[in-house]
């Protein structure tokens, strides 16, 4: 099975720049969809992002489209999330995830795999 680090997480003021990244070990990162969530403070864990096991295919959230970019990197095994533009109530503790199909989705009941998380906090 893979096992999923987060990492690139860290305070920023609002409308600055973060890019948070998902190193994947045991298993090649082309053999699973994965997405990106976020867990804010007294709220439930809610998508972001995803990618197709291909790569060819992504999916943003509302909050998310035009701020911030899924992609991956195949020959270093790791995805990351690309996030400008950042506002206060992006701040939350993201989630990569991964599951072994095909296809891009949505809901985190059909993940598999998840890292521990990594703190975003943006301030005002």
């Known amino acids: 099975q893979v096992q999923l680090v987060e990492s690139g997480g860290g305070l920023v003021q609002a409308g600055g720049s973060l890019r948070l990244s998902c190193a994947a070990s045991?298993?090649?990162?082309?053999?699973?969809?994965m997405g990106w969530f976020r867990q804010a403070p007294g709220k439930e864990r809610a998508f972001v992002a995803a990618?197709?096991?291909?790569?060819?295919?992504?999916y943003y959230a509302g909050s998310a489209k035009g701020r911030f970019t899924i992609t991956r990197d195949v020959a270093k095994n790791t995805m990351y999330l690309e996030m400008n533009s950042l506002k206060p109530e992006d701040t939350a503790v993201y989630y990569c995830a991964g599951r072994p199909r095909s296809t891009l989705r949505v809901t985190e009941g059909d993940y598999d795999y998840w890292g521990q998380g990594t703190q975003v906090t943006v301030s005002s």
């Open positions: 990618i197709s096991r291909s790569g060819d295919t992504t």
């Open positions: 045991g298993r090649t990162l082309s053999n699973y969809a």
